[in-house]
């Protein structure tokens, strides 16, 4: 299994390398997720702070923060909470985005070591600028499957080698914000390491623009970086 881990990490690195080299537009993404739970583990409070960079246009970059509460109901959950994002460009206004939002979950085991996941979301986006005329408020819908497979487990240890792949489908009413990059499609792969509920992963994510916003390109790549505790 440990040899099945390196070649799965080898490639990995190769995919990520020959999209980078592929397309145009390429960013980084970095969240910290930090998690409580209540005693009976049915409440679930979340903060998770976040940055994105573009390397290939030094001025994009944004600054995020999110709180989030999830009820747990069996294999159900509903919640919601509110996101801050900061994005600045040299090329755009920069701007604040609050965005509050909804959601409902499914979580189905499909064997012991494989649960699939369902996720639907409605935000509410209102953008602020340093001139109010440009202000605006406009909605967005997100339906996320993904599922997390066990590859591999040490429990003397207690570590997991975990696979993660998810796609998430943006339906966004107004394709013009006045956001540099609208992503309609996102396909992602994981790979995390959970040691003492500790997890980190590294991801390589392909997104899809959407075509009716013009950009330079119409696809990007996203390499992220995640940590989870």
Known sequence: MAKLIKYLIIIFII???????????FFH???????????????????????????????????????????????????????????FDKDIMNNLELRPYLLLNLKTPITKNIIFS?????????FFYKVSDNNF?????????????IISENIDKKVKWKLRPEVEWYIQKN??????????????????????????????????????????DPNAQTISIELNF
């Open 175 to 216: 394709a013009n914000v006045k956001e540099r990059f609208i992503s309609s499609t996102e396909y992602t792969l994981t790979l995390l390491k959970e040691m003492r509920k500790v997890e980190v992963g590294i991801g390589y994510r392909f997104e899809r623009f959407n075509k009716n916003f013009l950009v330079s």
């Open 29 to 87: 993404d970095i969240a910290v997720s930090k998690t409580f739970y209540s005693a009976d583990n049915k409440n679930i409070y979340s903060v998770i702070p976040g940055w994105k960079h573009i390397y290939n246009n030094v001025g994009w970059r944004r600054w995020s923060v999110m709180g989030q509460y999830k009820r747990q109901l069996n294999m159900w959950s509903i919640g919601g909470g509110v996101g801050m994002f900061y994005t």
């Open 15 to 25: 995919i990520c390398h020959e999209k980078a080299i592929a397309q145009y537009d």
């Open 137 to 149: 408020n406009t909605n967005r819908l997100r339906y996320n499957l993904n599922a997390v497979a």
């Open 118 to 126: 369902q996720t639907l979301k409605g935000e509410l986006r209102s």
